[in-house]
T-cell receptor, first 111, second 115 residues
Framework: GENVEQHPSTLSVQEGDSAVIKCTYS??????FPWYKQELGKGPQLIID?????GEKKDQRIAVTLNKTAKHFSLHITETQPEDSAVYFC??????????FGTGTSLTVIP | DTAVSQTPKYLVTQMGNDKSIKCEQN?????MYWYKQDSKKFLKIMFS???????INETVPNRFSPKSPDKAHLNLHINSLELGDSAVYFC??????????????FGPGTRLLVL
Protein backbone atom coordinates (compact mmCIF):
# COMPACT_ATOMS: atom_id res chain seq x y z
CA GLY A 1 0.00 0.00 0.00
CA GLU A 2 0.86 3.67 -0.13
CA ASN A 3 3.13 5.22 2.50
CA VAL A 4 3.18 9.00 2.89
CA GLU A 5 5.87 10.66 4.96
CA GLN A 6 5.68 14.29 5.99
CA HIS A 7 8.34 16.64 7.35
CA PRO A 8 8.81 18.53 9.54
CA SER A 9 6.43 17.55 12.30
CA THR A 10 6.63 21.03 13.80
CA LEU A 11 7.56 24.33 12.18
CA SER A 12 7.82 27.82 13.64
CA VAL A 13 8.28 30.86 11.45
CA GLN A 14 8.18 34.58 11.95
CA GLU A 15 5.22 36.41 10.53
CA GLY A 16 5.96 37.40 6.95
CA ASP A 17 8.44 34.59 6.36
CA SER A 18 7.80 31.58 4.14
CA ALA A 19 6.98 28.07 5.31
CA VAL A 20 7.67 24.87 3.40
CA ILE A 21 6.29 21.44 4.23
CA LYS A 22 7.46 18.37 2.34
CA CYS A 23 5.90 15.00 1.68
CA THR A 24 7.07 11.85 -0.03
CA TYR A 25 4.98 8.93 -1.24
CA SER A 26 5.79 5.40 -2.26
CA UNK A 27 3.12 4.30 -4.73
CA UNK A 28 3.89 5.48 -8.27
CA UNK A 29 0.21 4.97 -9.14
CA UNK A 30 -0.84 7.84 -6.86
CA UNK A 31 -2.11 10.70 -8.97
CA UNK A 32 -3.94 13.09 -6.69
CA PHE A 33 -2.28 15.05 -3.87
CA PRO A 34 -4.42 17.30 -1.67
CA TRP A 35 -3.28 19.43 1.25
CA TYR A 36 -5.51 19.97 4.26
CA LYS A 37 -5.38 22.56 7.03
CA GLN A 38 -6.75 21.63 10.43
CA GLU A 39 -7.39 24.40 12.91
CA LEU A 40 -7.75 23.66 16.59
CA GLY A 41 -10.99 21.87 17.35
CA LYS A 42 -12.05 21.61 13.72
CA GLY A 43 -11.98 19.09 10.92
CA PRO A 44 -9.40 19.21 8.12
CA GLN A 45 -10.21 21.62 5.31
CA LEU A 46 -8.84 21.35 1.78
CA ILE A 47 -6.60 24.30 0.93
CA ILE A 48 -5.01 23.23 -2.34
CA ASP A 49 -4.53 20.12 -4.43
CA UNK A 50 -2.49 19.00 -7.39
CA UNK A 51 -2.80 16.20 -9.91
CA UNK A 52 -0.03 14.16 -11.44
CA UNK A 53 -0.22 15.86 -14.82
CA UNK A 54 0.77 19.21 -13.29
CA GLY A 55 4.08 20.21 -11.73
CA GLU A 56 3.01 23.30 -9.82
CA LYS A 57 -0.15 25.03 -8.73
CA LYS A 58 -0.57 28.36 -6.99
CA ASP A 59 -3.43 30.01 -5.15
CA GLN A 60 -2.55 33.42 -3.75
CA ARG A 61 -0.02 32.83 -0.94
CA ILE A 62 -0.17 29.05 -1.20
CA ALA A 63 1.58 26.91 -3.79
CA VAL A 64 2.16 23.22 -4.22
CA THR A 65 4.86 21.55 -6.29
CA LEU A 66 5.00 17.95 -7.42
CA ASN A 67 7.96 15.90 -8.59
CA LYS A 68 6.58 12.59 -9.82
CA THR A 69 9.98 11.16 -10.63
CA ALA A 70 11.21 11.67 -7.11
CA LYS A 71 7.78 10.98 -5.63
CA HIS A 72 7.64 14.08 -3.52
CA PHE A 73 5.43 17.14 -3.25
CA SER A 74 5.65 20.27 -1.18
CA LEU A 75 3.44 23.00 0.22
CA HIS A 76 4.77 26.56 0.16
CA ILE A 77 3.15 29.35 2.14
CA THR A 78 4.53 32.82 1.54
CA GLU A 79 4.07 35.95 3.65
CA THR A 80 2.82 33.88 6.56
CA GLN A 81 0.23 35.34 8.91
CA PRO A 82 -0.77 34.30 12.44
CA GLU A 83 -4.00 32.82 11.07
CA ASP A 84 -1.90 30.35 9.06
CA SER A 85 -1.05 28.63 12.37
CA ALA A 86 -2.60 25.16 12.22
CA VAL A 87 -1.79 21.53 11.53
CA TYR A 88 -1.24 20.79 7.84
CA PHE A 89 -1.69 17.36 6.29
CA CYS A 90 -0.62 16.10 2.91
CA UNK A 91 -2.31 13.11 1.33
CA UNK A 92 -1.93 10.86 -1.69
CA UNK A 93 -4.59 8.97 -3.58
CA UNK A 94 -4.64 6.77 -6.66
CA UNK A 95 -8.32 6.01 -6.97
CA UNK A 96 -10.06 8.67 -4.97
CA UNK A 97 -11.58 6.00 -2.80
CA UNK A 98 -8.84 6.06 -0.25
CA UNK A 99 -6.52 8.78 0.88
CA UNK A 100 -3.27 8.10 2.65
CA PHE A 101 -2.48 10.99 4.94
CA GLY A 102 0.88 12.21 6.12
CA THR A 103 1.53 12.52 9.83
CA GLY A 104 0.87 16.26 9.95
CA THR A 105 2.93 19.41 10.46
CA SER A 106 2.09 21.78 13.27
CA LEU A 107 2.84 25.27 11.94
CA THR A 108 3.18 28.21 14.31
CA VAL A 109 3.48 31.71 12.91
CA ILE A 110 5.02 34.02 15.48
CA PRO A 111 3.70 37.60 15.32
CA ASP B 1 -26.09 25.24 6.08
CA THR B 2 -23.48 22.89 7.53
CA ALA B 3 -22.04 20.67 4.80
CA VAL B 4 -20.94 17.67 6.88
CA SER B 5 -22.30 17.47 10.41
CA GLN B 6 -21.59 15.02 13.21
CA THR B 7 -23.28 14.34 16.52
CA PRO B 8 -22.35 14.35 19.26
CA LYS B 9 -19.38 16.73 19.28
CA TYR B 10 -18.12 15.30 22.57
CA LEU B 11 -18.69 11.85 24.01
CA VAL B 12 -17.42 10.69 27.38
CA THR B 13 -18.27 7.15 28.39
CA GLN B 14 -17.18 4.19 30.47
CA MET B 15 -15.28 1.18 29.20
CA GLY B 16 -17.55 -1.59 28.01
CA ASN B 17 -20.37 0.69 26.91
CA ASP B 18 -21.87 0.81 23.42
CA LYS B 19 -22.14 4.16 21.67
CA SER B 20 -23.04 5.60 18.29
CA ILE B 21 -21.85 8.61 16.34
CA LYS B 22 -23.99 10.06 13.59
CA CYS B 23 -22.94 11.82 10.41
CA GLU B 24 -24.97 13.63 7.79
CA GLN B 25 -23.94 15.48 4.65
CA ASN B 26 -26.14 17.82 2.65
CA UNK B 27 -23.77 18.16 -0.30
CA UNK B 28 -25.42 15.52 -2.44
CA UNK B 29 -22.23 13.44 -2.33
CA UNK B 30 -22.18 9.74 -3.11
CA UNK B 31 -19.29 8.67 -0.90
CA MET B 32 -18.82 8.97 2.85
CA TYR B 33 -15.94 8.04 5.13
CA TRP B 34 -15.01 7.56 8.74
CA TYR B 35 -11.52 8.50 9.95
CA LYS B 36 -9.89 8.11 13.35
CA GLN B 37 -7.42 10.75 14.54
CA ASP B 38 -5.28 9.70 17.47
CA SER B 39 -3.59 11.88 20.07
CA LYS B 40 -0.61 12.38 17.75
CA LYS B 41 -2.93 13.80 15.10
CA PHE B 42 -2.44 10.84 12.76
CA LEU B 43 -5.46 10.46 10.45
CA LYS B 44 -6.38 6.92 9.48
CA ILE B 45 -9.30 5.83 7.35
CA MET B 46 -11.64 3.28 8.88
CA PHE B 47 -14.52 2.86 6.43
CA SER B 48 -15.82 4.21 3.17
CA UNK B 49 -19.32 3.87 1.73
CA UNK B 50 -20.44 4.65 -1.79
CA UNK B 51 -24.18 4.95 -2.28
CA UNK B 52 -24.83 2.97 0.89
CA UNK B 53 -22.42 0.19 -0.10
CA UNK B 54 -19.24 -0.53 1.84
CA UNK B 55 -16.18 -0.05 -0.37
CA ILE B 56 -13.34 0.34 2.12
CA ASN B 57 -13.00 -1.54 5.37
CA GLU B 58 -9.57 -1.10 6.86
CA THR B 59 -8.27 -3.29 9.63
CA VAL B 60 -10.71 -2.16 12.25
CA PRO B 61 -11.96 -4.30 15.15
CA ASN B 62 -15.38 -5.73 14.45
CA ARG B 63 -16.62 -3.84 17.51
CA PHE B 64 -16.91 -0.97 15.04
CA SER B 65 -19.89 -1.25 12.71
CA PRO B 66 -20.79 1.43 10.19
CA LYS B 67 -24.32 1.79 8.92
CA SER B 68 -25.51 3.85 5.98
CA PRO B 69 -29.32 4.13 5.86
CA ASP B 70 -29.06 6.38 2.80
CA LYS B 71 -26.28 8.07 0.92
CA ALA B 72 -26.56 11.23 3.02
CA HIS B 73 -25.95 9.44 6.31
CA LEU B 74 -23.17 7.27 7.66
CA ASN B 75 -23.35 6.30 11.31
CA LEU B 76 -20.70 4.55 13.38
CA HIS B 77 -21.64 2.19 16.16
CA ILE B 78 -19.00 1.03 18.62
CA ASN B 79 -19.56 -1.93 20.93
CA SER B 80 -17.71 -2.71 24.15
CA LEU B 81 -15.69 0.49 24.15
CA GLU B 82 -12.04 0.26 25.17
CA LEU B 83 -9.59 2.85 26.46
CA GLY B 84 -7.73 2.75 23.13
CA ASP B 85 -10.84 3.87 21.30
CA SER B 86 -10.37 7.35 22.74
CA ALA B 87 -9.71 9.60 19.76
CA VAL B 88 -11.34 12.13 17.50
CA TYR B 89 -13.55 10.54 14.84
CA PHE B 90 -14.10 12.45 11.63
CA CYS B 91 -16.74 11.86 9.04
CA UNK B 92 -16.06 13.03 5.47
CA UNK B 93 -17.78 12.93 2.11
CA UNK B 94 -16.82 13.27 -1.53
CA UNK B 95 -18.82 13.73 -4.69
CA UNK B 96 -17.80 10.44 -6.21
CA UNK B 97 -15.42 7.67 -5.39
CA UNK B 98 -12.55 8.02 -7.78
CA UNK B 99 -12.40 10.38 -10.71
CA UNK B 100 -11.59 14.08 -10.84
CA UNK B 101 -14.01 15.27 -8.19
CA UNK B 102 -12.93 13.24 -5.22
CA UNK B 103 -12.12 16.12 -2.85
CA UNK B 104 -13.13 15.10 0.63
CA UNK B 105 -15.04 17.44 2.91
CA PHE B 106 -14.65 16.76 6.61
CA GLY B 107 -17.07 17.18 9.48
CA PRO B 108 -16.09 18.94 12.73
CA GLY B 109 -15.20 15.71 14.51
CA THR B 110 -16.49 13.79 17.52
CA ARG B 111 -14.16 13.72 20.49
CA LEU B 112 -14.56 10.36 22.20
CA LEU B 113 -13.08 9.78 25.64
CA VAL B 114 -13.36 6.33 27.18
CA LEU B 115 -12.78 6.19 30.94
Amino acid sequence: GENVEQHPSTLSVQEGDSAVIKCTYSDSASNYFPWYKQELGKGPQLIIDIRSNVGEKKDQRIAVTLNKTAKHFSLHITETQPEDSAVYFCAASNTGNQFYFGTGTSLTVIP
Amino acid sequence: DTAVSQTPKYLVTQMGNDKSIKCEQNLGHDTMYWYKQDSKKFLKIMFSYNNKELIINETVPNRFSPKSPDKAHLNLHINSLELGDSAVYFCASSLIAGGPRETQYFGPGTRLLVL
